[in-house]
């Protein structure tokens, strides 16, 4: 299939966005993977809570290190939304068009998320080992993205993929429950939109019927016709009373 100019769309918006929200929280992203590093080391535990983590970048005057690996993990951010976003909408568009059906259950829906997801993860996976790597360094010693690639080997780049493939649960059910509630409202909105059109539309008609016919609006109508006494026939042949005014 060819790309879709709203396909891209949707994957660059939610690229960005991943961007601005992993740059703002990084930080604390920081804190939290040095410590629970540390935790799953079982060795002399330095940091009792994740507050001693940012507490040592500030004593050390390291606070810039709490962004090391930033780059990587945009990149990473970045290439895994980008891949998600696209990967779903293809899947989705795909499946209508083999389907012949205008909408998607929430059981296709989640299946097409969960493979996104899955498409997603293998391919951003070395980068999210790296930048663990890179944010689990000391302060202040932390090294590039191609040598924090030499030092490993590629089945390790790969470890925790399993782990990782699991985890595609939790996106899928997030844009899943997302994709059905943004429909369900734009079928409510559709409906109400159309329940007030055939509201007014009979006044309009009249209105523009008269009009047509030279008639008097209606207010004028009613008082000229109770001159004769007969308001409800006068209503029923308003041409008739028009020609008697």
């Not at 493979?115 to 996976?125: D, K, M, S």
């Not at 790296?130 to 040598?147: D, H, I, P």
């Not at 079928?187 to 159309?194: A, H, L, P, V």
């Amino acid at each position: 299939m060819a790309l879709n100019l709203e396909s891209i769309s949707e994957a660059t918006s939610g690229a960005i966005g991943a961007l601005v929200s992993t740059t703002v929280l990084y930080p604390l992203d920081t804190c939290k993977t040095k410590y629970q590093a540390e935790v799953r080391s079982r060795n002399h535990q330095k940091y009792r809570n994740i507050s001693d983590v940012l507490w040592e970048a500030i004593s050390t005057r390291q606070i810039l290190s709490l962004y090391q690996g930033l780059g990587t993990k945009n990149l990473q951010s970045f290439i895994s939304q980008f891949i998600y976003f696209y990967g779903y909408s293809f899947f989705k568009r795909l499946y209508l068009k083999k389907s012949g059906n205008k909408s998607i259950g929430t059981r296709a829906n989640l299946i097409l998320a969960a493979a996104a997801g899955a498409c997603t993860v293998i391919v951003t996976q070395p980068l999210d080992t790296a930048s663990s790597r890179m944010q689990t360094s000391e302060f202040g010693k932390s090294k590039g993205l191609w040598k924090t690639f030499s030092e490993f080997t590629w089945r390790e780049a790969f470890d925790g993929l399993g782990i990782s493939l699991l985890l595609t649960i939790n996106p899928s059910i997030q844009y899943t429950v997302f994709d059905q509630l943004k429909q369900r409202l734009l079928k409510e909105k559709q409906s109400r939109s159309r329940g007030v059109r055939s509201r007014f539309r009979p006044r309009n008609q009249m209105k523009m019927r008269q009009r047509n016919l030279g008639l008097k609006p209606r207010r004028q109508l009613l008082v000229q016709c109770t001159q004769f006494g007969d308001e409800k026939a006068c209503w029923v042949s308003s041409r008739d009373c028009k020609l008697r005014s």
